[in-house]
């Protein structure tokens, strides 16, 4: 059996366009969606993603103000400056890309952001929004991932997801949120001691560790549902994900490649949160 390819790319245009749509609806009642990204210091991926961020804005008819500023920056002034962005009215979403410079606490400035404006989903008031089921900002990889599994038509409810990372950003909200779909959900992780005995029984399993081939075909049930979260690079410094593609695509009855899989849903689905940040402003 080959695996259907779950097309990223594809399902973020979609997601795009609809998101342009109810753009030009608020526009047409004097609102303009507005994102804030702050970049601190030079490291040269995150440069490469915000600008992504940023121009992601502007496909949509959304306004984006990028502001960057030197690794030298002091935690009070990124911290004055949320305050100010949480206080400007044509400001809808704010992020601060992350990894911060060590000398600035990350989650002193992730519960600066007002809970209405952030958009990454990381403040606790919207993890928490999550933990008990209430309407708040999901992060945007694991709420990317869930319109991925989405696609396939396959219902959750009573299916075993395996999780596998259990970071505050990836792999705790992606539980969750399989979870909150009725799924039986199990997340592994590196004190995990055989990985494959839960993957094996997994009708679906969500990636998310940083280590290439963590996911190879002996680990996965025939027709699972494989999310591939990882980003990272091979032998020949070809970007790949944590799982053996080529292997776990004759196993899976439906996979997501990397690239053009969940990063694809990343952008699109903060493009949506900024959006609904301004429809909830509006309403
Ligand atoms: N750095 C890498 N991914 C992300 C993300 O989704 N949000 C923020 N703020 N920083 C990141």
Known sequence: MTAQLIDGNALATRTRAQVAERVQVLRSRGVLPGLAVILVGDDPASAVYVRHKVA?????????????????????????????????????GILVQMPLPRHIDPQQV????????????????NAGALLVGRPGFKACTPYGCMKLIETTGVPLRGKHAVVIGRSNTVGKPMALMLLQSNATVTICHSGTPDLAVHTRSADI????????????ADMVKP?????????????????CGDVDFA??????GWITPVPGGVGPMTRAMLLVNTLEAAERRTD
């Open 247 to 252: 292997g776990v695509r004759e196993v899976a």
């Open 205 to 216: 399993v969500v990636a998310a560790v940083g280590r290439r081939d963590t996911v190879r």
């Open 110 to 125: 992730i519960t600066t952001i007002s809970p209405a404006k952030d958009v990454d989903g990381f403040h606790v008031a």
């Open 56 to 92: 992601d804005c502007e496909s949509v008819g959304m306004r984006s103000v990028l502001e960057r500023y030197p690794a030298t920056m002091t935690e009070a002034d990124l911290l004055a400056r949320v305050r100010a962005l949480n206080a400007d009215d044509a400001v809808h």
């Open 223 to 239: 027709g699972a549902i494989v999310v591939d979260v990882g980003m990272n690079r091979n032998d020949a410094g070809k970007l």
